[in-house]
């Protein structure tokens, strides 16, 4: 039998009634992953950490305001945690002294950069195309998955995604 999906909105409809639980429970489903995204950018374990841990305050503080018109909650979850890394990353970087090493300052820059970049991409994509990216490359859908969730045909989604991201690579280049 296979095993039911996590329902992240229903957890983050819970956190917004003031359930505790299902704070903890979204925790332990995605805090793994979202300290794998914070440790990719931020480059620190125990920074990653504090950044994971600051996301979940926020993420309880505004389970309320999360709106699954504008996109998936684990893709809202993602996108807490990716603003604290790169607010952290550029409200740091200008506190840099002269013995700080350049490069790991420049991977920074340009990690914020290409972080800005890829969102004015997105934007730029018609909204039930980004929504197909977001639910294949966020939050990890299946092509079918995607197809059902929007109640598209699989041909069109993946006509969909394959265009998008030759638009993606187009927009990045």
Request: hydrophobic share 40%.
């Amino acid at each position: 039998m296979p095993e039911t999906p996590f329902d992240y909105e229903h957890h983050l409809a819970a956190c917004a009634r003031g359930e505790r639980q299902a704070l903890r429970d979204l925790y332990m489903q995605e805090s793994p992953r979202l300290l794998g995204v914070a440790r990719r950018l931020v480059g620190d374990a125990a920074l990653a950490e504090d950044i994971v841990h600051d996301a979940f305050l926020k993420i309880w503080a505004g389970a309320a305001h999360f709106d699954p018109a504008r996109g998936s909650a684990r893709g809202w979850m993602y996108s807490v945690t990716r603003h604290l890394a790169l607010n952290h990353l550029r409200d740091h970087s200008r506190e840099i002294q002269g013995d700080v090493e350049v490069p790991d300052t420049f991977d920074a820059v340009d990690g914020l950069q290409h972080s800005a970049r890829i969102h004015r991409c997105l934007e730029q994509l018609e909204p039930a195309r980004r929504s197909c990216i977001v639910h294949a490359y966020v939050d990890g859908y299946s092509h079918a998955q995607i197809s059902h969730r929007l109640g598209t045909p699989l041909g069109t989604v993946k006509a969909w995604i394959k265009r998008s991201l030759t638009a993606l690579r187009e927009c990045m280049g």
